[in-house]
């Protein structure tokens, strides 16, 4: 069974940069897609940014440019540098890993964390 723990959330202001953090833990199942999604209230969850072994990446549209996706396999850790931050990344951001291929989302994430709230001001 594989655990995920986010951290780093936090209250900034518009135009501040956050960093999140997930650990990975637990033996037993090859993952290799690590992504971070994110749920504002109100409305459904939406994919921010995934990233493959290989190192290859997909950002949604509206992050594109301002957050950063990475990933440190020996660390079993995953990352998202989120920079110039507005009201609207408002959400709690959610760890997520699945076995298979990132281009491969759509057909649903092996695991998921509890989540990290993020919150920008304007």
């Known amino acids: 069974q594989v655990q995920l723990v986010e951290s780093g959330g936090g209250s900034v202001q518009a135009g501040g940069s956050l960093r999140l953090s997930c650990a990975k833990s637990?033996?037993?199942?090859?993952?290799?897609?690590m992504g971070w999604f994110r749920q504002a209230p109100g409305k459904e969850r939406e994919v921010v940014a995934l990233?493959?072994?290989?190192?290859?990446?997909i950002y949604a549209d509206s992050v594109k440019g301002r957050f950063t996706i990475s990933r440190d396999n020996a660390k079993n850790s995953l990352y998202l540098q989120m920079n110039s931050l507005k009201p609207e990344d408002t959400a709690m951001y959610y760890c997520?890993?699945?076995?298979?291929?990132?281009?491969?989302?759509?057909?649903?994430?092996?695991?998921w964390g509890k989540g990290t709230l993020v919150t920008v001001s304007s």
């Open positions: 637990g033996y037993g199942y090859r993952i290799y897609c």
């Open positions: 990233i493959n072994n290989d190192g290859t990446t």
């Open positions: 997520a890993a699945r076995g298979g291929n990132c281009y491969a989302w759509l057909y649903g994430m092996d695991y």
